[in-house]
């Protein structure tokens, strides 16, 4: 059974670096045809994916998050990292990361996922 797990900090300054990682258990990031990726949900809105890495180290961002995402890996501690730079008000959300099925839209494992608050 895959198991994911969010961690950092729950309170970040605006125009600050947004930065969590994700430690995944009972399966290897570097599985073949698997991406891992991040997703948040703002306060009374739907989900948003962020963007993913996949099994062969390659990145994907959202368009509209492209600029301020960095997605990277530890592969000797299984987990991977989300940097969200430059955050504002607006950035306040819960950040899950989560398993994507190849290159589908498809997320069959998730984490439970962590509130950050973008605030002074």
């Known amino acids: 059974q895959v198991q994911l797990q969010e961690s950092g900090p729950g309170l970040v300054k605006p125009s600050q670096t947004l930065s969590l990682t994700c430690t995944v258990s009972?399966?290897?990031?570097?599985?073949?045809?698997?991406?891992w990726s991040w997703i948040r949900q703002p306060p009374g809105k739907g989900l948003e994916w962020i963007g993913s890495?996949?099994?062969?180290?390659?990145?994907d961002y959202s368009p509209s998050l492209k600029s301020r995402s960095s997605i990277s890996r530890d592969t000797s501690k299984n987990q991977f990292t989300l940097q969200l730079s430059s955050v504002t008000p607006e950035d306040t959300a819960v950040y899950y990361c989560?398993?994507?099925?190849?290159?589908?839209?498809?997320?069959?494992?998730w984490g439970q996922g962590t509130q950050v608050t973008v605030s002074s």
């Open positions: 890495i996949g099994f062969t180290d390659n990145t």
């Open positions: 009972g399966g290897s990031i570097t599985t073949n045809g698997y991406g």
């Open positions: 989560a398993r994507r099925y190849a290159s589908t839209w498809y997320f069959d494992y």
